[in-house]
């Protein structure tokens, strides 16, 4: 599904001359064809949909982490172009959860796993980002995650 959608949407953008989201959408294609390849030794070659959303998430992050160095570094140009091109990543991610229903499927996670304290955190993030890949910043779940468990 990811794989067409971009190249029907790299057609598109070539067409109309949208230079950023063609050079976007490129990377975003390399980063894939690279995780097909590192995945061939596990006999997973080509990556699945849910591999696809964690390589995409991976690149929003690594253009946050760059952004903000641009930014500290007195370079917002730069900053400015990083966050175009994460605009233009997570169009292609599922919907973000809202705090509410990311509260509630921690909930959740921790009534599955049994979970009773902090030492049973990775339990309850591992069923969370294999049930809610690309649809939560990870970072901010592990805080709410912790919390929880206290």
């Known amino acids: 599904m990811f794989r067409n959608r971009l190249t029907a949407e790299l057609k598109d953008a070539m067409r109309a001359g949208e230079k950023l989201k063609v050079s976007t959408i490129r ?4 980063a ?8 061939r030794p596990a006999g997973k070659d080509p990556i699945d949909d849910a591999s696809i959303i964690n390589v995409l998430a991976k690149m929003v992050k690594q253009r946050r982490d760059s952004a903000e160095q641009f930014a500290n570094g007195g370079r917002p140009e730069m900053a400015a172009s990083e966050l175009a091109e994460i605009a233009i990543i997570e169009s292609y991610l599922p919907q973000q959860m809202g705090e509410a229903d990311t ?5 959740k996670a921790i009534a599955e796993t049994g979970a009773a304290s902090p030492k049973d955190m990775g339990k309850v993030m591992a069923a969370l980002k294999a ?17 929880a468990l206290k």
């Open 27 to 30: 990377l975003m294609t390399s």
């Open 32 to 39: 894939i064809k690279a995780a097909d390849i590192e995945a």
């Open 103 to 107: 509260k509630a499927a921690v909930a």
């Open 131 to 147: 049930a809610y890949a690309g649809q939560m910043d990870f970072g901010k779940v592990g805080a709410i995650v912790k919390d």
